[in-house]
């Protein structure tokens, strides 16, 4: 069982709110994913292979820097891309 804890999803679209939510594993971050977010959104996807992905936050700095953080072990479909 996952439990999270002070979580806040915020659907009023990605590009208003500046942030996105993956619904599914990828490999690596999609291109297209990068560029719809804002500078200071964060994107929240697993990644990795089926066997060791990990949940991941994808941040934007205001000069458009990506940087991640892997979380912790996941298990999720894969993203159709």
């Known amino acids: ?3 999270f804890a002070r979580t806040r999803i915020v ?3 990605a590009r208003a709110a500046g942030g996105q939510l993956a619904p599914a ?3 690596e971050v999609p291109k297209a994913l990068l560029k719809q ?3 200071g959104g964060r994107l929240v996807i697993p990644l990795g ?3 060791d992905q990990r949940l991941s936050v994808v941040s934007k700095s ?7 953080w892997a ?4 298990r999720f479909s894969e993203l159709e891309t």
């Open 1 to 3: 069982m996952l439990i």
């Open 11 to 13: 659907s009023s679209g």
């Open 25 to 27: 594993a990828a490999k």
């Open 37 to 39: 977010l804002k500078p």
């Open 49 to 51: 292979a089926a066997e």
């Open 62 to 68: 205001a000069d458009s820097a990506n940087e991640v």
């Open 71 to 74: 979380i912790m072990p996941v």
